[in-house]
């Protein structure tokens, strides 16, 4: 089984910076064998990619966080990482860490994220 565990979420004024992290442990042969993503879910809202890192490093933002957010990955602490600054109020949401195999995708149980203006 594989289990991954969210931290560092939090409340922050607009403007401000947070990193949320994402520990992946149990059977895998490390995370840089996986597609790792980050996901958002707003309330009312349905849950929406925020930002991915494939096996191979090449990275995808969803454009509302393009130039604020940054994903990254340590393989021996197999931790995934999402940097997030200039933070708007429209970033508010649980955010979930996501990790995929060409079998099996698993989800953490998320974070939450609340940005007031």
């Known amino acids: 089984q594989v289990q991954l565990v969210e931290s560092g979420g939090g409340s922050v004024q607009a403007g401000g910076s947070l990193r949320v992290s994402c520990a992946v442990s149990?059977?895998?042969?490390?995370?840089?064998?996986?597609?790792m993503g980050w996901y958002r879910q707003a309330p009312g809202k349905q849950r929406e990619l925020v930002a991915k890192?494939?096996?191979?490093?090449?990275?995808t933002y969803a454009d509302s966080v393009k130039g604020r957010f940054s994903i990254s990955r340590d393989n021996v602490k197999n931790t995934v990482y999402l940097q997030m600054n200039s933070l708007k109020p429209e970033d508010t949401g649980v955010y979930y860490c996501?990790?995929?195999?060409?079998?099996?995708?698993?989800w953490g149980q998320g974070t939450q994220v609340t940005v007031s203006s």
């Open positions: 996501n990790a995929a195999t060409s079998r099996n995708g698993y």
């Open positions: 149990g059977r895998i042969f490390g995370i840089n064998t996986m597609a």
């Open positions: 890192i494939t096996s191979g490093g090449s990275t």
